[in-house]
């Protein structure tokens, strides 16, 4: 006698199993968006699984900023360089140029966060991406410390890389690196900005510093290869939390002969 109900149910469950596969970075495609604490590295996807090609957007931009006015990503088929400064998505396009995200467009992988960040004291002056890292590591030591940095100045140089958008069948990052445009500006005012990251987020995002750059007049930027800074100041925020929108059923890396997988600091999108 029970079992007319029980099939109604199980037909009625049936379009929202469906549903829930489709939008798999359901809360940032959510209109009334999760509240995160502070301090929380809020993310779109894995980066294991971008690793291995897959460049689909899974999150619209349009719920990104909900969650964060500040990180680094990609966007649907890896076309170009995320930035997120001050609440506004810029996208670094393959050919060098810079301009604000489609918010109609998608995300297969972005890392944001709600930045709130403590100068550092002093000036930074003439010093490059390695000697930043060692003074940042100084100020901030620990392996174990997720930081969110921003570094606003004079730089004598900048190095940045972007990639052209990715048709089907995707090839793995590390293949599309491989093809990257590298850019140079000299004498520019902007904006360094991104994370350092615990060896224990491997799989999901970059462990290490990953910067992405945007100048002042926003006509240049990328993902950073290496810079000199001229004259700047930073600011730093522990991040403690993390969330995650996973990459649900998206295969991850294969592995090369040796059975090990691409390590993701050596393929940063
Ligand atoms: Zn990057």
Do not use: W
């Not at 960040?117 to 930043?132: C, H, Q, S, Y």
């Not at 996973?246 to 059975?259: C, E, F, H, M, S």
């Amino acid at each position: 006698m029970s079992a007319p109900p029980l099939l109604l149910r199980l037909a009625r469950s049936r379009p929202l199993a469906l549903g829930l596969l489709a939008f798999a970075a359901g809360a940032f495609a959510a209109d009334d968006p999760i509240r995160l604490p502070p301090d929380t590295l809020a993310q779109v996807g894995a980066i294991d699984t971008l690793l291995a090609g897959n460049y689909d957007g899974t999150a619209p931009l349009a719920g990104l900023t909900r969650y964060g006015d500040f990180g680094v990503g990609t966007f649907d088929r890896i076309d170009g360089e995320m930035v997120v400064l001050d609440g506004v998505i810029y996208q670094v396009l393959g050919t060098g140029a810079v301009m604000r995200a489609d918010l109609a467009g998608s995300t297969p992988f972005a890392a944001v966060c709600h930045f709130q960040g403590k100068a550092l004291p002093g000036e930074l002056r003439a010093i490059d991406f390695a000697a930043l890292q060692r003074t940042i590591d100084m100020a901030y030591p620990g392996e174990n410390v997720p930081l969110a940095l921003r570094v606003d100045g004079r730089f004598a140089l900048v190095r940045t890389r972007s990639v052209p958008a990715q048709q089907r069948p995707y090839r793995v990052l590390a293949e599309v690196t491989r093809t990257q445009v590298e850019f140079e500006a000299k004498d520019v005012t902007g904006t360094l900005l991104g994370f350092r990251l615990p060896a224990f987020v491997k799989g999901l995002n970059s462990p290490g510093y990953h910067l992405h750059f945007l100048s002042a007049d926003r006509s240049f930027g990328g993902h950073v290869l290496d810079f000199e800074i001229a004259a700047g100041s930073a600011q730093v925020q522990v991040l403690s939390n993390l969330f995650v929108a996973l990459p649900v059923g998206k295969p991850g890396p294969a592995g090369d002969r040796t059975g090990e997988p691409p390590q993701a600091g050596s393929f940063q999108p």
